[in-house]
């Protein structure tokens, strides 16, 4: 048995749910719009809905509840009943997850992305990790390797990254930092306006992002398969909400959770990547691809040393990190 070394964030207080179905309304704190990222959210509040003939509503509020880095928090003092949140946003509040942002794991899915995160999810590291914030993971938010868009210069090879202001969170970060990246942390919603005005020359994300917030209509350049990581980013439940819920009610939210996910899939693999590729092209915007030398030399200079590190940090403060990523390198293995 392991004992987490992190301070409690709080109290945890478990009610017994009762059985007797009752009209029911939990506040989902999103942010942003509607988009691919909130697909899988958007489909379960309208499955839920539907087996309950409307008993059990989840409604939905993008930004109106809680600030995006601010979401794990008000989750955790029932302020709403569900979130979603980022663990790069606080890699020190949920540290578990983070495993699944470590730089060039080579994932290659979004399916795979999937089974990575809801292994990692449903471990009892992380069920114990996630009990000081009051919250139960529910399901992930998959997203394709990020890329960067950027203006001026292009990077075409490693000592091009140096210096070069780039908005990274998570792993992601990390890896562009190592690349020699200066990094600059600010709210997805502020970013083309950052980019407009220069104070960063580039911006990490995946290619939904890229058009939600509008950095493909500043963008001059775009890196096709420098494929530095994702972030993880779970849809979690307060975990005294989702105990108190009716037998029924508890049943149409979880069994909605595969059939959200499989819409979330084919939303993104079909709206969203056949819709970028044309607006890539109507921008005029130049596509990067890094020959495998530069690739090559970019994990060696990386995914080692940051998987080394990871491991390192957070087995000095108790949690079990040689475990959590032999299981995740582990599957990714197994899937080759």
């Not at 994300?205 to 950095?215: D, E, L, S, Y």
Request: overall charge negative.
């Amino acid at each position: 048995m392991f004992k987490f070394l992190f301070p409690a964030a709080v109290a945890v207080s478990v009610m017994a749910s009762p059985n007797d179905a009752f009209a029911t309304e939990w506040d989902v704190s999103l942010w942003g719009e509607r988009r691919a990222f909130t697909e899988h959210v958007e489909k379960l509040a309208e499955l839920v809905a539907d087996k309950t003939n409307g008993e059990f509503t989840l409604n939905l509020s993008y930004g109106g509840l809680s600030d995006s880095r601010e979401n794990l928090d008000g989750l955790s003092k029932g302020a709403f009943e569900m979130a979603q949140f980022c663990a790069g946003y606080h890699p020190q509040k949920n540290p578990t997850i983070t495993v699944l942002e470590l730089p060039f794991l080579g994932v290659s899915s979004l399916e795979q992305e999937i089974a990575l995160s809801l292994a990692v999810y449903r471990s009892p590291i992380t069920e114990i990790d996630m009990l000081r914030w009051n919250a139960t993971l529910l399901m992930p938010s998959p997203l394709p390797q990020y890329n960067i868009m950027g203006t001026g210069n292009p990077p075409t090879s490693l000592d091009d990254f140096k210096g070069l202001t780039v908005r990274a969170t998570g792993g992601v970060g990390n890896a562009v930092a190592a690349l020699g990246a200066d990094l600059v942390s600010i709210p997805a919603p502020q970013v083309q306006d950052a980019l407009a005005s220069g104070d960063v020359r580039a911006v990490s994300f995946a290619p939904h992002a890229h058009m939600a917030f509008g950095t493909v209509e500043k963008g001059t350049w775009w890196t096709s398969n420098l494929n530095p990581g994702t972030v993880n980013c779970p849809v979690a439940v307060n975990t005294r909400a989702l105990n108190d819920l009716s037998d029924d009610h508890r049943d149409a939210l979880m069994s909605s959770i595969d059939e959200a996910l499989d819409h979330y899939v084919a939303t993104y693999n079909g709206k969203t990547m056949d819709a970028w590729g044309p607006a890539l092209a109507d921008k005029g915007i130049a596509v990067l691809t890094f020959n495998e030398e530069i690739l090559d030399g970019i994990k060696d200079a990386v995914a080692k040393p940051a998987a080394e590190a990871w491991i390192a940090d957070h087995a000095g403060r108790g949690l079990p990190a040689q475990e959590l990523y032999d299981m995740v390198t582990d599957m990714i293995e197994s899937q080759q």
